[in-house]
């Protein structure tokens, strides 16, 4: 049974930076895809990063170079670092998986499988003023 559990988000000032953690339970140990996906009100998701068990990352083009993901294996954590935030990454930002998924996509997606289920955590809020 998978389970996706985001933290980390809040009310910051603009140019401060965060770090998301979202907690996974349930994964294949040997091969996985987990992204960060955020929702601005009113609008659809959007991918924002991705990683897979091979460690192959992959961003949206609108925050490489600000956002990085990673992971701990060990905690069975992965991260999204957010650096200099700015106004217009307020959203709900949450992580995904699809238990049959294994690779990174571009531009921040994983390659999600046709007949898996989509997992996702309950979100965590970061608010940038």
């Known amino acids: 049974h998978v389970q996706l559990v985001e933290s980390g988000g809040g009310s910051v000032q603009a140019g401060v930076s965060l770090r998301l953690s979202c907690s996974a339970s349930g994964l294949p140990s040997s091969r996985y895809c987990v992204g960060w996906y955020r929702q601005f009100p009113g609008k659809e998701r959007e991918a924002v990063a991705a990683?897979?068990?091979?460690?192959?990352?992959t961003y949206a083009e609108s925050v490489k170079g600000r956002f990085t993901v990673s992971e701990d294996s060990a905690k069975s954590t992965l991260y999204l670092q957010m650096e200099n935030l700015q106004p217009e990454d307020t959203a709900m930002y949450y992580c995904?998986?699809?238990?049959?998924?294994?690779?990174?996509?571009?531009?921040?997606?994983?390659?999600?499988?046709?007949?898996?289920?989509?997992?996702w955590g309950q979100g965590t809020q970061v608010t940038v003023s």
């Open positions: 995904a998986t699809d238990p049959l998924a294994s690779y990174v996509g571009t531009g921040g997606h994983c390659y999600w499988s046709r007949t898996g289920t989509l997992y």
């Open positions: 990683i897979d068990s091979r460690g192959q990352l």
